[in-house]
């Protein structure tokens, strides 16, 4: 196993500076970056297999490529609550918080859980690793039954009001990704939306018209009937 010192080195070695402002175009701020895309960081987090106590040791590292890389190394099985709500609330930028949404608390005991504490919270991306984990919880949790998928959809719906960026793009995702799993869920997922159209506020108008459009398409129609 390599150490953190060699790891560092080999990530400097790796860094490419000239996208770090493709970084910052996306909305990927708040931290020292060397400019690493992931097309390179995954092949060598499986270089490096595997290692929780290095994921925690990397995560706490100031370079942004670290902290993927310690998303990467992760054991879901592993992962404490305690670490969930560190790693959390130290989130600057969606792409650690999709990150950890959709590769690791899907894969915990108690991401349900979190998701209805999230929900409510008022930081930008507390709130949106909620939706997040939403998401991987619909697309990866495959043995989740859509009773428990169900339960989403008022959180959704009561968060819909918030008009934060982050916050706002996470809810649709949400919706419509869950409204994409399969027919059931689909036109659940549809009446929802047309519920939140009703609620007086911009950001709920955008979410719901949006999903709208996208969930009652003919090629989400046609794939969910074949």
């Known amino acids: 196993m390599k150490t953190i010192k060699e790891i560092l080195d080999d990530l400097y070695e790796l860094a ?26 995954k092949p060598y987090a499986k270089e490096i297999g595997k290692s929780h106590m290095m994921a925690i040791d990397l995560w706490n590292q100031p370079i942004h490529e670290c902290k993927h890389l310690a998303i990467l190394l ?13 790693w959390t609330s130290e989130c600057y930028s969606w792409d650690l918080v999709d990150g950890i949404g959709m590769k690791i608390l899907p894969r915990t005991a108690f991401a349900f859980n979190k998701v209805k504490e999230w929900s409510k919270r ?39 009001w918030d008009n934060r960026n982050f916050v706002k793009k996470a809810v649709n995702w949400a919706l419509r ?23 007086d506020s911009k950001a709920a108008r955008w979410i719901a018209s949006d999903a709208l459009r996208e969930l009652k398409s003919t090629k989400v129609q046609e794939r969910l009937r074949g």
């Open 16 to 41: 490419d500076p000239k996208y770090i402002s493709q970084m910052e175009y996306f909305g990927i701020r708040g931290a020292k970056a060397l400019g690493i895309k992931n097309a390179v960081l």
């Open 74 to 86: 992760a054991e879901p099985r592993l992962l404490t609550e305690e670490v969930a709500e560190k």
């Open 122 to 160: 008022e930081p930008e991306f507390e709130k949106r690793m909620a939706f997040a984990t939403m998401v991987g919880l619909t697309l990866k949790g495959a043995k989740q039954p859509d009773e428990d998928i169900i339960q989403f959809f008022p959180i959704i719906e009561r968060e819909a």
């Open 177 to 199: 990704q869950i409204g994409k799993r399969n027919l059931n869920l689909n036109a659940q997922a549809i009446e929802v939306a047309e519920r939140i159209k009703l609620q």
